[in-house]
């Protein structure tokens, strides 16, 4: 009899334990923080351009000028001419005011490796963003 409890904990320890690990990660996903998370916050276009992805509805000022000026790639595009797409937009993603962002971990919403993240002004800022900063003002009395 006093074998039997012991196996009830060898079959509990691992589920617990697992549960245990994945606290962190759901925190973290929950928590997501940055311009990489679910939405797009930061209005990030890919580098370069792609021929089958048609320009969001409130694509950047950025990402529409880097759309206009480099070719687009595809799956078959040469490696080459690849290159020379994805080294041209970013040129014109910096000459245009954005930042470059290299994604290293790649998922369904954000599957590029590069990204131009467009400056946006306050007065385009989130409207999150601005509700915070009016909290602050309020908390601080201006």
Same mark, same amino acid.
């Given at each position: 009899?006093?074998?039997?409890?012991?196996?009830? %904990?060898?079959?509990i320890?691992?589920?617990?334990?697992?549960l245990?690990l994945s606290l962190?990660?759901i925190a973290a $996903?929950?928590? /997501?923080?940055? /311009?990489l998370c679910?939405?797009?916050p930061?209005k990030?276009?890919?580098?370069?351009?792609?021929e089958?992805i048609?320009?969001?509805?409130?694509?950047?000022?950025? /990402? %529409? #000028?880097?759309?206009?000026?480099?070719a687009?790639?595809?799956?078959?595009?040469?490696?080459? #001419?690849?290159?020379?797409? %994805?080294?041209?937009?970013m040129?014109?993603?910096? #000459?245009?005011?954005g930042?470059?962002?290299?994604n290293?971990r790649?998922n369904?919403?954000?599957?590029?490796k590069?990204?131009c #993240?467009?400056?946006?002004?306050p007065?385009n800022?989130n409207i999150?963003?601005?509700?915070?900063? $009016? $909290?602050k003002?309020?908390?601080?009395?201006?």
């Open positions: 009899m006093s074998a039997h409890p012991i196996s009830v %904990l060898r079959l320890a691992p589920l617990f334990l697992a245990l962190p990660a $996903q929950a928590e /997501c923080s940055g /311009c679910p939405g797009n930061c990030l276009c890919a580098l370069p351009p792609t089958n048609p320009p969001a509805p409130d694509e950047a000022e950025t /990402c %529409l #000028k880097i759309r206009e000026n480099v687009p790639v595809s799956k078959n595009t040469e490696p080459s #001419k690849h290159y020379a797409s %994805l080294n041209n937009s040129r014109e993603c910096v #000459k245009n005011g930042d470059v962002i290299v290293s790649r369904n919403e954000f599957p590029s590069h990204y #993240k467009p400056y946006i002004s007065a800022a999150r963003d601005g509700a915070h900063s $009016q $909290q003002d309020e908390r601080s009395g201006n």
